[in-house]
């Protein structure tokens, strides 16, 4: 699906430059509608996605919170892992900020702002190389390292370079706002957890946290304080480094490239109501910096509302602080006490209805900036932004979903915003950057924090001036086959982004009198051959869009069977299974059992390795060779930027010491035996995998050396411990070819895995969202009839289904239920509730237990919560795991 979104993109709408002769911008000055805008989904399912860099040829850099950099290829549509950081992701750390140098193209240097794993306590700033799409980690230059609070709260992280050099970088408070009642937390008191007080960091000159600093990186890795910040170079007890100070959550900041303005969104305290002795309730922020200053937290939020300076010994309100004069009398202050006059904030809104800005409507708060946009900064392609946002700036609000522009004034005040795109649905927009070609590209967190959103993604927006030609994708139930071949194709999901526009097809089948113009033929074709078919679709105008599907006719593809004679999904301990395989092929006549691939492998881990297509099947150190993105710098029969696979496994051939020697080389890097060039050591991987990578490499040359079992036999099962671990089966036969058809390959699997499965691993779920975090893998039920979905389950021999719950402040029962959520009831729990807990226990996991009605049912199997008291994404029944029991 994302390959088909994506080829929508690539035929209907120009990635860059066009060579049309740009005509005057009819939207210059006249708002265009929202239809002019067409949102494209490039990548989904993402975890935790933080910032993005869309670099100049349309390639997309991102980086996920639990240390993954990956990107997005334009070209090919595929997303590749090109990097990991072992990072400490609890809390709000983990990978935070990510920018390109402005001289990427030549120098591909990119910086990273991250917790790294272990100790200290401490956040880093560094520059890496990014060379032939992946990040070399031994070429970090450490710039900057920020001793922080581990575990708490208000990380920032956001990265943006100016149009001078100048990298911005903000960080929070890395204070908690649950020990203040939720007013500043500016607690002085003795013997007290350090992160109770913002005034050692939001409100010290000589404290990096709680502000945005702005410095000028150099060459060989250090970088240097240019003119303008807030306290100059040599002024005690400051930090040079600092050009916004009094910051609570700068989550994203933007940077507009004319003028050097900063914005940035200012994540607000939870206060809900204005207390009389303690201060404002909480607001969020957007604000703006023209130069240097201070910005007010903890002692002010929103248009400088100043908070009480309040004794948490005596609980007594001494007085209200100064926005002309804030003063920082904490013990835990090791800066100057007088500050900066505080500047007011651009744009502030509460929880509640604002009276000010009551546009941005109301409930959670997590305001963010995006870029400024100028038109002409862009090149002349079809589908930059008009002229109409020029000067805007574009803001965004994580819980409320959605994005206004702002436009201000000749001294860069507000002046007016409106919403944009306000009938698009945004889940969570965590970040935003324009492309040389003046279209947006969009990261969108997903609906839950702290969590793997399977509507989470990476998105592009792209602007029609005129009419739009339709978008295209063609599919069909089948690529290959034996002739006559049948062959039903669909055209389902092809549109007009006109709404007026209608669309005709046409088919062209690559046959004489092969052409249809029906949205959704069948053709059949007669003789052997290779068919590219191709869909054009066109708009009442004229304008259209071409997809291409590729047929290959003459060679059915052999049928692989597994005979496997205990349960097909889960493993019970010691014990001996019979099993067999059996081979068809039309063509091929009697298959010699010896050219039957079969091996059976334990996994450690929960890295599903799926047989692909018939035509795209994977061992699994190849599937794992591409997961780690090694085939960007590593073909299979060709030389890339390192040796293809099939030279080193000719090079190792008969080498008893070269698995060992491989593997040492691929986790911990090295050079020299193949050229010039260094390989980067991939110490993110586990041993398994890369032990796995390594036989495949090798196998290429001596295909015995993979552990081939015989086709019929016993195997013995043993007592595994992992819950995440699975015994894969997998059986391979590749055809001879015929009829002019190379030789075809089917891959049948089994995927054995423990009877326990943890509820995070779920193949699909709905209104229900993983927990993520360090050591945790539940499932959160956040509403009525929400469900998790395991693929291909058998039910054969399970007699009851062992459930570890919490249902928290919840209750309802959970329904077993076989091929759909509504399918056919194979088991329920009794009510659950608080009251079922055993033994009066108060909190924490519990199991209960579903009887299973004895079925031989093989196939999706969903738990699907009916619930019967409230349930909201705060108050939710928790799964943590399923035990299947015979």
């Given at each position: 699906?994302?390959?088909?979104?994506?080829?929508?993109?690539?035929?209907?709408?120009?990635?860059w430059?066009c060579?049309?002769?740009?005509?005057?911008?009819?939207?210059?000055?006249?708002?265009?509608?929202?239809?002019?805008?067409?949102?494209?989904?490039?990548?989904?399912?993402?975890?935790e996605?933080?910032?993005?860099e869309?670099?100049?040829?349309?390639?997309v850099?991102?980086?996920?919170?639990?240390?993954?950099?990956?990107?997005?290829?334009?070209?090919?549509?595929?997303?590749?892992?090109?990097?990991?950081?072992?990072?400490?992701?609890?809390g709000?750390?983990?990978?935070?900020?990510?920018?390109?140098?402005?001289?990427?193209?030549?120098?591909?240097w990119?910086?990273?702002?991250?917790?790294?794993?272990?100790?200290?306590?401490?956040?880093?700033?560094?520059?890496?190389?990014?060379?032939?799409?992946?990040?070399?980690?031994?070429?970090?230059?450490?710039?900057?390292?920020?001793?922080?609070?581990?575990?708490?709260?208000?990380?920032?992280?956001?990265?943006?370079?100016?149009?001078?050099?100048?990298?911005?970088l903000?960080?929070?408070?890395?204070?908690?706002?649950?020990e203040?009642?939720?007013?500043?937390?500016?607690?002085?008191?003795?013997?007290?957890?350090?992160n109770?007080?913002?005034?050692?960091?939001?409100?010290?000159?000589?404290?990096?946290?709680?502000?945005?600093?702005?410095?000028?990186?150099?060459?060989?890795?250090?970088?240097?304080?240019?003119?303008?910040?807030?306290?100059?170079?040599g002024?005690?007890?400051?930090?040079?480094?600092?050009?916004?100070?009094?910051?609570?959550?700068?989550?994203?900041?933007?940077?507009?490239?004319?003028?050097?303005?900063?914005?940035?969104?200012?994540?607000?305290?939870?206060?809900?109501?204005?207390?009389?002795?303690?201060?404002?309730?909480?607001?969020?922020?957007?604000?703006?910096?023209?130069?240097?200053?201070?910005?007010?937290w903890?002692?002010?939020?929103?248009?400088?509302k100043?908070?009480?300076?309040?004794?948490?010994?005596?609980?007594?309100?001494l007085?209200?602080?100064?926005?002309?004069?804030?003063?920082?009398?904490?013990?835990?202050?090791?800066?100057?006490?007088i500050?900066?006059p505080?500047?007011?904030?651009l744009?502030?809104?509460?929880?509640?209805?604002?009276?000010?800005?009551?546009?941005?409507?109301?409930?959670?708060?997590?305001?963010?900036?995006?870029?400024?946009?100028?038109?002409?900064?862009?090149?002349?392609?079809?589908?930059r932004?008009?002229?109409?946002?020029?000067?805007?700036?574009?803001?965004?609000?994580?819980?409320?979903?959605?994005?206004?522009?702002?436009?201000?004034?000749?001294?860069?005040?507000?002046?007016?915003?409106?919403?944009?795109?306000?009938?698009?649905?945004?889940?969570?927009?965590?970040d935003?950057?324009f492309?040389?070609?003046?279209?947006?590209?969009?990261?969108?967190?997903?609906?839950?924090?702290?969590?793997?959103?399977?509507?989470?993604?990476?998105?592009?927006?792209?602007?029609?001036?005129?009419?739009?030609?339709?978008?295209v994708?063609?599919?069909?139930d089948?690529?290959?086959?034996?002739?006559?071949?049948?062959?039903?194709?669909?055209?389902?999901?092809?549109?007009?982004?006109?709404?007026?526009?209608?669309?005709?097809?046409?088919?062209?089948?690559g046959?004489?009198?092969?052409?249809?113009?029906?949205?959704?033929?069948?053709?059949?074709?007669?003789?052997?051959?290779?068919?590219?078919?191709?869909?054009?679709?066109?708009?009442k105008?004229?304008?259209?869009?071409?997809?291409?599907?590729?047929?290959?006719?003459?060679?059915?593809?052999?049928?692989?069977?597994?005979?496997?004679?205990?349960?097909?999904?889960?493993?019970?301990?010691?014990?001996a299974?019979?099993?067999?395989?059996?081979?068809?092929?039309?063509?091929d006549?009697?298959?010699?059992?010896?050219?039957?691939?079969?091996?059976?492998?334990?996994?450690?881990?929960?890295?599903?390795?799926?047989?692909?297509?018939?035509?795209?099947?994977?061992?699994?150190?190849?599937t794992?060779?591409?997961?780690?993105?090694?085939?960007?710098?590593?073909?299979?029969?060709?030389?890339?930027?390192?040796?293809?696979?099939?030279?080193?496994?000719?090079?190792?051939?008969?080498?008893?010491?070269?698995?060992?020697?491989?593997?040492?080389?691929?986790?911990?890097?090295?050079?020299?035996?193949?050229?010039?060039?260094?390989?980067?050591?991939?110490?993110?991987?586990?041993?398994?995998?890369i032990?796995?990578?390594?036989?495949?490499?090798?196998?290429?040359?001596?295909?015995?050396?993979?552990?081939k079992?015989?086709?019929?036999?016993?195997?013995?099962?043993?007592?595994?411990?992992?819950?995440?671990?699975?015994?894969?089966?997998?059986?391979?036969?590749?055809?001879?070819?015929?009829?002019?058809?190379?030789?075809?390959?089917?891959?049948?699997?089994?995927?054995?895995?423990?009877?326990?499965?943890?509820?995070s691993?779920?193949?699909?779920?709905?209104?229900?969202?993983?927990?993520?975090?360090?050591?945790?893998?539940?499932?959160?039920?956040?509403?009525?009839?929400?469900?998790?979905?395991?693929?291909?389950?058998d039910?054969?021999?399970?007699?009851?289904?062992?459930?570890?719950?919490?249902?928290?402040?919840?209750?309802?029962?959970?329904?077993?239920?076989?091929?759909?959520?509504?399918?056919?009831?194979?088991?329920?729990?009794?009510?659950?509730?608080?009251?079922?807990?055993?033994?009066?226990?108060?909190?924490?996991?519990?199991?209960?237990?579903?009887?299973?009605?004895?079925?031989?049912?093989?196939?999706?199997?969903?738990?699907?919560?009916?619930?019967?008291?409230?349930?909201?994404?705060?108050?939710?029944?928790?799964?943590?795991?399923?035990?299947?029991?015979?």
């Amino acid at each position: 699906m994302r390959k088909s979104l994506l080829l929508i993109a690539l035929c209907c709408v120009s990635l860059w430059s066009c060579t049309k002769q740009e005509s005057i911008d009819p939207f210059a000055t006249v708002k265009p509608e929202e239809s002019r805008f067409t949102k494209i989904p490039l990548v989904e399912g993402l975890n935790e996605p933080m910032e993005l860099e869309v670099l100049d040829n349309g390639d997309v850099l991102f980086i996920e919170r639990n240390g993954k950099l990956k990107l997005y290829q334009a070209a090919s549509a595929e997303t590749i892992e090109v990097g990991e950081l072992d990072v400490y992701p609890d809390g709000e750390d983990g990978l935070l900020g990510l920018a390109k140098d402005p001289n990427f193209s030549t120098n591909n240097w990119i910086y990273l702002y991250y917790a790294p794993a272990g100790g200290p306590s401490i956040n880093r700033l560094s520059r890496f190389d990014f060379k032939e799409n992946l990040l070399d980690v031994n070429s970090e230059k450490i710039m900057l390292e920020v001793p922080v609070f581990r575990g708490c709260c208000h990380s920032g992280g956001s990265l943006e370079f100016d149009g001078k050099g100048n990298l911005y970088l903000s960080m929070g408070d890395d204070t908690t706002p649950f020990e203040s009642d939720n007013y500043n937390p500016i607690d002085e008191r003795t013997g007290r957890p350090e992160n109770v007080d913002a005034q050692r960091s939001s409100g010290n000159s000589n404290d990096l946290r709680g502000s945005i600093i702005r410095i000028k990186p150099e060459s060989d890795g250090t970088y240097s304080i240019p003119e303008g910040n807030l306290w100059p170079v040599g002024t005690p007890n400051t930090r040079p480094e600092i050009y916004v100070k009094g910051n609570r959550n700068p989550y994203r900041i933007s940077i507009d490239q004319r003028n050097g303005n900063l914005f940035w969104g200012e994540v607000g305290p939870d206060a809900a109501m204005d207390s009389m002795r303690r201060g404002p309730k909480g607001h969020d922020e957007i604000n703006l910096a023209t130069k240097a200053g201070y910005f007010g937290w903890p002692y002010f939020v929103g248009n400088n509302k100043p908070y009480w300076k309040y004794d948490f010994e005596k609980q007594e309100s001494l007085y209200e602080f100064d926005p002309k004069a804030p003063k920082n009398t904490s013990p835990n202050n090791t800066g100057v006490e007088i500050l900066p006059p505080a500047t007011s904030a651009l744009i502030w809104y509460p929880y509640g209805p604002s009276e000010e800005f009551p546009m941005l409507d109301e409930g959670g708060r997590n305001a963010m900036a995006g870029p400024v946009y100028y038109r002409e900064d862009y090149e002349k392609s079809d589908v930059r932004f008009p002229g109409y946002y020029n000067g805007k700036v574009f803001i965004f609000d994580w819980m409320r979903n959605w994005i206004f522009t702002v436009s201000l004034t000749e001294n860069y005040e507000y002046d007016t915003m409106e919403r944009f795109m306000p009938s698009t649905v945004f889940d969570k927009p965590v970040d935003m950057q324009f492309a040389k070609d003046g279209s947006l590209y969009m990261l969108e967190y997903g609906t839950y924090w702290r969590a793997q959103n399977d509507d989470s993604g990476l998105y592009r927006i792209v602007f029609a001036e005129g009419n739009r030609a339709p978008q295209v994708k063609i599919s069909a139930d089948k690529k290959v086959g034996a002739a006559p071949l049948k062959v039903e194709f669909s055209s389902e999901g092809t549109f007009d982004p006109d709404p007026e526009d209608g669309i005709t097809y046409e088919w062209d089948f690559g046959v004489d009198g092969g052409k249809l113009s029906e949205a959704n033929p069948s053709f059949t074709f007669e003789k052997a051959g290779t068919y590219p078919v191709k869909l054009t679709a066109t708009d009442k105008s004229g304008e259209s869009s071409l997809a291409i599907i590729e047929i290959k006719v003459g060679n059915q593809p052999p049928i692989v069977q597994i005979d496997w004679k205990g349960n097909r999904s889960f493993y019970f301990g010691n014990e001996a299974i019979d099993y067999g395989v059996n081979v068809t092929d039309s063509e091929d006549g009697s298959v010699d059992e010896s050219d039957i691939d079969l091996t059976i492998t334990y996994i450690e881990g929960y890295d599903l390795i799926k047989a692909g297509h018939e035509e795209e099947v994977l061992s699994i150190g190849e599937t794992y060779i591409n997961q780690a993105g090694c085939k960007a710098c590593h073909a299979i029969a060709n030389e890339s930027v390192g040796p293809d696979y099939t030279a080193v496994s000719e090079k190792y051939k008969g080498d008893a010491n070269a698995k060992a020697y491989l593997t040492n080389k691929i986790k911990n890097g090295g050079g020299g035996v193949w050229g010039e060039r260094v390989m980067p050591g991939h110490t993110h991987l586990e041993d398994q995998q890369i032990s796995e990578m390594v036989d495949f490499i090798l196998s290429i040359s001596d295909p015995n050396r993979g552990g081939k079992l015989p086709v019929r036999g016993t195997y013995q099962m043993e007592n595994q411990t992992s819950p995440e671990g699975y015994y894969l089966v997998q059986a391979s036969y590749t055809d001879k070819g015929a009829n002019g058809i190379g030789p075809l390959t089917t891959t049948s699997q089994l995927m054995i895995r423990n009877p326990k499965v943890m509820a995070s691993n779920a193949d699909q779920l709905k209104d229900a969202a993983r927990a993520n975090g360090e050591n945790v893998s539940f499932v959160k039920y956040t509403a009525d009839d929400s469900w998790l979905m395991l693929q291909n389950i058998d039910l054969n021999q399970i007699t009851r289904i062992s459930l570890e719950i919490d249902p928290t402040n919840t209750g309802g029962k959970l329904e077993l239920r076989s091929g759909s959520p509504n399918g056919k009831l194979l088991g329920t729990t009794e009510k659950l509730s608080k009251a079922s807990r055993p033994n009066g226990a108060k909190g924490g996991w519990f199991t209960v237990e579903m009887p299973i009605e004895s079925t031989d049912f093989v196939g999706d199997i969903y738990l699907v919560f009916r619930a019967d008291q409230d349930v909201s994404i705060w108050n939710t029944l928790q799964l943590n795991s399923l035990k299947f029991n015979r």
